[in-house]
């Protein structure tokens, strides 16, 4: 565990090492070198959205601290696999590549995991089954271009949109409920913890022991030539493959959207 304050990261370190008694693993503050040679590097370090505060401001700020945080890691080991949490997190993990230089399916976000999640959670209440069982996801980009694929939603092999409890539910109250539930949070308690902590581990676990999970991240898609949050599959290699979901031609246009919004930051970052 890396932080720049050097006290935040021992009292941390020290908190979860309490909470690993009942297992092997060690919890320990190190130094950003060690942390450069992780098979897995998560990086969460991010400044918060000030009320006023445009969206490239804050990108900017964001972008000096991974900067700072990557190159401070050098050299990483060129097999390591880099995760992305801070937000905007697709954005941020294109400049995360950049700046790590590593391959593009070793670099990846928390995209619209958790999001995903949220989304089967709603789901799982109107149609009184599992979770596990609902084949639905997030997409785009994780905030303001994020939506929902119905159009493709499957629950034990039927559509989605063909079960009866799914009529006169309102699809796009249901996905803006989703997109805001971390903001009901923060309202509430001032920041979110388990469920992006859940994802991440999740995350984690796959990569570690490649268990080829498919999970709505931010991953580099060639054919939008960007990075954007969609079904892939995740292995010890990172990104192992692109699920390249059908789309119907309202859905596409949004991911059309949400590609060309997060370019447009991009080139006024530059």
């Known amino acids: 565990m890396v932080d720049i304050?050097?006290?935040?990261?021992?009292?941390?370190a020290l908190d979860l090492a309490d909470s690993q008694f009942l297992s092997s693993t060690k919890v320990r503050v190190g130094t950003y070198q060690e942390a450069g040679q992780a098979d897995i590097i998560v990086i969460t370090a991010g400044a918060n959205q000030r009320p006023g505060e445009t969206r490239l401001q804050l990108i900017a700020k964001n972008f000096n601290i991974l900067?700072?945080?990557?190159?401070?890691?050098?050299p990483i080991k060129p097999t390591a696999k880099i995760m992305l949490v801070a937000n905007p997190v697709d954005v941020l993990t294109h400049i995360a590549q950049k700046i790590s230089g590593l391959p593009?399916?070793?670099?990846?976000?928390?995209?619209?995991?958790?999001?995903?999640?949220?989304?089967?959670?709603e789901l799982?209440?109107?149609?009184?089954?599992?979770?596990p069982a609902i084949h639905c996801y997030a997409m785009g980009e994780h905030g303001d271009h994020q939506f929902v694929a119905w159009s493709s939603a499957r629950v034990g092999g039927v559509p989605l949109l063909d079960y009866p409890q799914m009529k006169g539910v309102d699809?796009?109250?249901?996905?803006?409920?989703?997109?805001?539930?971390?903001?009901?949070?923060?309202?509430?308690?001032?920041?979110?913890?388990?469920g992006i902590g859940a994802c991440v581990a999740?995350?984690?676990?796959?990569?570690?022991?490649?268990?080829?999970?498919?999970?709505?991240?931010?991953?580099?898609?060639?054919?939008?030539?960007?990075?954007?949050?969609?079904?892939?599959?995740?292995?010890?290699?990172?990104?192992?493959?692109?699920?390249?979901?059908?789309?119907?031609?309202?859905?596409?246009?949004?991911?059309?959207?949400?590609?060309?919004?997060?370019?447009?930051?991009?080139?006024?970052?530059?």
């Open 5 to 12: 304050n050097q006290k935040v990261a021992e009292g941390q």
């Open 67 to 74: 900067n700072s945080v990557i190159t401070s890691m050098a």
């Open 104 to 121: 593009k399916n070793q670099v990846f976000g928390s995209g619209t995991f958790l999001d995903s999640g949220r989304l089967r959670l």
């Open 124 to 131: 799982s209440k109107i149609l009184g089954v599992s979770e």
């Open 171 to 194: 699809l796009d109250a249901l996905s803006h409920g989703v997109s805001r539930k971390a903001y009901e949070i923060i309202e509430r308690k001032g920041a979110t913890y388990y």
């Open 202 to 270: 999740s995350l984690c676990d796959t990569v570690l022991h490649d268990r080829r999970d498919i999970r709505s991240i931010s991953c580099y898609n060639e054919k939008y030539d960007s990075y954007v949050s969609m079904p892939a599959v995740v292995g010890s290699n990172g990104v192992e493959s692109i699920i390249d979901i059908q789309l119907n031609e309202t859905e596409q246009k949004k991911m059309d959207n949400a590609v060309a919004a997060m370019k447009s930051v991009l080139s006024e970052c530059n």
